[in-house]
């Protein structure tokens, strides 16, 4: 794309900013929990979401975010009161200009999320309970079998399974439990729910090097804490618990090629808990966020095929709040992922 005012004002914050002190890219991309590509690309023509210039105006109104002992991302609630006062001059100003950039026509509505080619397969992937958790009318020889009471994450697979044929009555959708799997299962379009450790590694569903990231286990936790790998190392990422209760859980939504068909998707929605992977599920199929957040997602990692976002899922009384992704403060992190390659491109 050409460059807009809007884009040679934000390569100009970079650059010229503070005279004394140019920034690069991947500076910028990590105090704005965003790719490298991703800055490139906005000072390429490429206009931000309105939430990403609000942090673009929180980093250049402080030069706190320089500091080594900063904050990983930005967040207003560090500004002192002058700085509070430069960065709304900024911010307006930058949401003006994204404003007076010409409209772009369009042509097609995107295509939604969940959506997929007609008449191409598609199954969903989702764990076990061991035969001690799962209690009465889990096995076969009950008279009162219930299959889906091994299902390990229920709320998760009755909202995506039911999302998921409603946008393709003509495609064959089914789920599968545990390793019950054939191979024209895992040669269909995949999703995979629940913790991407049971099913990932040499030989298995996810191959090593599919994903930069991974969930290991965590001894003062009963679940799997999420390693993000990236360039500069590892990052890890936990739920938060309060009273013994999860306030806060991580989730974990990405899309790459199946591994094991290179023209079908795999797609994972996990979480360190049960909730994390309802609120990834949930912010792709909830009605009143699903294509707000699909569009944001879209904006920042282009043609959706190939990205993965770790995502902060609130816990309020029990009850699982939908990520707003368009709000950066839901984005832990977010990564591209070359093809056959174990590292993001940033």
Not at 92 to 119: H, I, M, N, Q, Y
Not at 176 to 185: I, K, Q, R, T
Not at 316 to 322: D, N
């Amino acid at each position: 794309m050409a460059t807009t005012p809007l884009s040679e004002r934000l390569r100009a914050l970079r650059l010229r900013h503070w005279p004394d002190q140019p920034v690069n890219q991947s500076r910028v991309a990590k105090a704005l929990g965003v790719t490298g590509p991703s800055i490139s690309a906005y000072e390429n023509g490429t206009p931000p979401p309105t939430a990403r210039l609000r942090d673009y105006a929180i980093f250049f109104a402080s030069r706190r975010w320089l500091l080594p002992e900063a904050p990983p991302r930005v967040d207003l609630d560090y500004l002192t009161p002058a700085e509070r006062k430069s960065f709304d001059e900024l911010n307006a100003e930058l949401t003006g200009l994204r404003s007076d950039a010409p409209a772009v026509a369009t042509v097609t509505a995107p295509t939604p999320f969940w959506k997929f080619p007609v008449g191409e397969s598609i199954r969903i992937f989702c764990g076990r309970l061991d035969k001690d958790d799962a209690g009465r009318y889990s096995t076969p020889d009950d008279p009162n079998y219930i299959h889906l009471r091994n299902a390990a994450d229920l709320d998760s697979l009755l909202e995506l399974w039911g999302h998921i044929r409603r946008l393709n009555p003509d495609n064959d959708v089914r789920f599968v439990l545990g390793n019950g799997f054939s191979a024209e299962d895992i040669t269909a379009h995949t999703v995979v729910l629940g913790n991407i450790a049971q099913v990932q590694g040499a030989g298995r569903l996810i191959p090593d090097k599919t994903l930069p990231v991974r969930q290991v286990h965590a001894d003062h936790l009963d679940g799997e804490i999420f390693e993000l790998r990236t360039a500069g190392g590892i990052e890890r990422f936990e739920p938060v618990i309060e009273n013994d209760r999860v306030v806060q859980d991580v989730g974990l939504i990405a899309r790459v090629a199946n591994p094991h068909h290179s023209s079908r998707t795999l797609t994972v929605c996990s979480g360190v808990f049960t909730r994390g992977v309802y609120g990834a599920v949930r912010s792709l199929t909830a009605k009143d966020l699903r294509d707000g957040n699909a569009n944001a997602l879209r904006a920042e990692y282009d043609g959706l095929d190939s990205f993965g976002v770790l995502v902060r899922v609130r816990v309020t009384g029990g009850a699982v709040g939908t990520p707003d992704l368009r709000d950066s403060r839901n984005v832990l992190a977010g990564f591209w992922v070359r093809p056959h390659s174990a590292l993001p491109t940033a």
